[in-house]
């Protein structure tokens, strides 16, 4: 699992450290480590560090100190260091550290040509030659700011960044990679937002912890490959911001059937899915459940739809009869009267009986006022803004959502009292106690139409296979939900490594993904 701290509960961590150690050496470890790293990818591109070149983008605090200390460990084994100043301030230590080991130092003038007062004898570069420098180097060190950032960027250092970054990504493979300094410089440290220019990073050296906005969309999709510099910090007893399950995590939580185990001890499933006008959606919901190993599937639909239903999943059972969860909504058009109100009666129902119930799509508009938490919605961003523009007089709109998933989430929490995933390139969940997830698994091919249907199904099978266990400690809702995220996303990239998936795809690779992610454990 990897764990998601606030800039504040890193720092607390960091103080008794700072307080007992001498002065600079926390940073020296830090920037040493970040050396080390960034070598290794010199070596990987150029095969070796020495000759090799490095520009490193310096802000004005501890995050600049970090990328000059590794820039000078760097210049000594031989690597070309130029650091770009964009402030008049740059850490002392660090500088004069470069300089020593033979480092150079610029400083970007402003539109003036007049370069910033204060920053003292570097040499005077227009911008336009240190983005060229930039875009021309091995790897560029992006230590701009920090875990001190109020904001997105601005000034000097936000004008480099937006024209480098237009740059780069118009670049054929060949430019630089770029190595983020704890954090790609102006990512909201906590929350993940992402207010002004940005230079998404290939990877990010974060210092003592993973911090929370590294994990959350959509600064996650900035962050690249993400790695923990261990600096010693004693977290224990901080209760982290976030949570990503990674596969171990998801092993613990699966449901694996014992040697005694039979179809109705492993779960059955109750799945409402499909109408005449999305006949396809109940096949995929049904084959997410079968194919993500329910002990057996109900199907309760029109007639067409169940017939569909039937061709694909010979397994299927249709009609009524006991269930330990339900999945419901996918491809359900709220104006279909007789498939809504069976969504309407089958809910009703569920939270009469205590049931754990998925509720995605359309049957997110039949939802009563408020429900428990073993109750899951799965929307998406479109359908998670009309969820709370009709709950409030709040008009949210799709891309309101997606630039603060997790407010979001949580307000459809609050409003609803169910726990909310949030579909997205990082799907985040929100579960009891304000619990977070956030996954980001799969790969973008895995946007295409009813992949989410099949995520519905793979869910209501997981939540099916420990019902009990739910209602018992309903904070597992969210978990699960996560390690359902979890398979989903792999299993799109099991069915076609870097290249298009389609949602039965999917669902047709989630058997091995299990099977992977058990590892073994699943044999009994
Ligand atoms: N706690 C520690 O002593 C350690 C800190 N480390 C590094 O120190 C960093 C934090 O250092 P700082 O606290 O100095 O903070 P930063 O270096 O992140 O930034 C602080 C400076 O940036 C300015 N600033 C903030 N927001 C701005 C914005 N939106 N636009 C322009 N300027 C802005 C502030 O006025 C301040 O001068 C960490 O991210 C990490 O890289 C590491 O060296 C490990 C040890
Ligand atoms: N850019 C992306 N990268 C990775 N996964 C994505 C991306 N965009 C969407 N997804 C995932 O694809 C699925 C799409 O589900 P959804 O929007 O419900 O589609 P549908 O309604 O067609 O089934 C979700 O699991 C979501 O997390
Ligand atoms: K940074």
Not at 87 to 113: I, K, M
Not at 448 to 474: H, I, K, M, Q, W
Request: charged share 20%; proline share 6%; hydrophobic share 50%.
């Amino acid at each position: 699992m990897i764990l998601g701290y606030t800039a504040a509960q890193v720092r607390a961590a960091e103080q008794p450290l700072l307080e007992s150690g001498p002065a600079g050496a926390l940073m020296e470890r830090a920037a040493f480590a970040l050396a080390v790293r960034v070598g290794r990818l010199l070596r990987e591109r150029r095969g070796r560090v020495r000759g090799s070149a490095v520009v490193l983008l310096v802000g004005p605090g501890n995050n600049g100190g970090d990328a000059l200390h590794a820039g000078a460990e760097l210049a000594r084994r031989g690597a070309r260091v130029l650091a770009v100043l964009t402030s008049t301030r740059a850490h002392d230590a660090g500088l004069a550290a470069l300089v020593a080991a033979g480092g150079r130092v610029v400083t970007v003038v402003g539109e003036d040509g007049v370069p910033p007062a204060g920053a003292g004898g570097a040499e005077p570069v227009w911008l336009g030659d240190a983005i060229a420098e930039a875009s021309a180097c091995d790897v560029v060190l992006d230590g701009l700011l920090g875990i001190g950032a109020r904001g997105g960027l601005r000034g000097e250092a936000a004008e480099l960044v937006l024209l480098l970054a237009e740059l780069l990504a118009d670049d054929a493979p060949g430019g630089p990679a770029v190595v983020a300094v704890d954090t790609p410089s102006g990512v909201g440290v906590d929350d993940g937002a992402v207010a002004g220019p940005l230079l998404p990073a290939d990877l990010t050296v974060t210092f003592g912890a993973a911090k929370a906005g590294l994990l959350l969309p959509p600064a996650s999709g900035v962050v690249g490959q993400v790695e923990v510099v261990d600096l010693g910090l004693d977290l224990v007893g901080r209760t982290p911001a976030v949570a990503r399950l990674e596969r171990d995590d998801v092993a613990a939580l699966w449901p694996v059937p014992g040697a005694s185990a039979q179809k109705y001890s492993r779960g059955v499933l109750g799945v409402v899915a499909g109408t005449a006008a999305y006949p396809g959606a109940g096949v995929l919901t049904v084959s997410g459940a079968v194919r993500g190993g329910a002990g057996m599937v109900r199907y309760l639909g029109p007639p067409g739809v169940t017939a569909a239903v039937l061709s694909a999943r010979p397994e299927v059972v249709a009609g009524e009869g006991r269930v330990q969860a339900w999945a419901l909504g996918p491809g359900v058009d709220p104006h279909d009267r007789v498939q809504a109100d069976r969504v309407r009666d089958v809910l009703g129902e569920a939270l009469v009986q205590g049931l754990p119930v998925v509720v995605d799509a359309g049957g997110l508009s039949l939802l009563p006022g408020r429900v428990p938490p073993w109750v899951v919605l799965t929307p998406h961003a479109g359908e998670l803004a009309d969820l709370v523009s009709v709950r409030t007089d709040e008009e949210v709109g799709r891309a309101a959502v997606e630039a603060e998933p997790l407010r979001w989430a949580r307000r459809a929490r609050e409003l609803t009292g169910a726990t909310v995933l949030l579909k997205g390139p990082t799907t985040v969940v929100v579960g009891v106690h304000d619990a977070v997830y956030a996954q980001a698994d799969g790969p973008a091919w895995l946007a295409t139409a009813g992949s989410g249907d099949v995520l519905t199904g793979l869910l209501g099978a997981l939540l099916a296979g420990r019902a009990a266990d739910v209602l018992e400690d309903p904070t597992l809702a969210a978990a699960l939900a996560a390690a359902a995220a979890l398979v989903h996303g792999r299993a799109a990239e099991r069915a076609q490594p870097g290249g298009p998936v389609s949602a039965l795809a999917v669902a047709d690779a989630l058997p091995a993904e299990v099977a992977a992610v058990l590892d073994g454990r699943g044999a009994r």
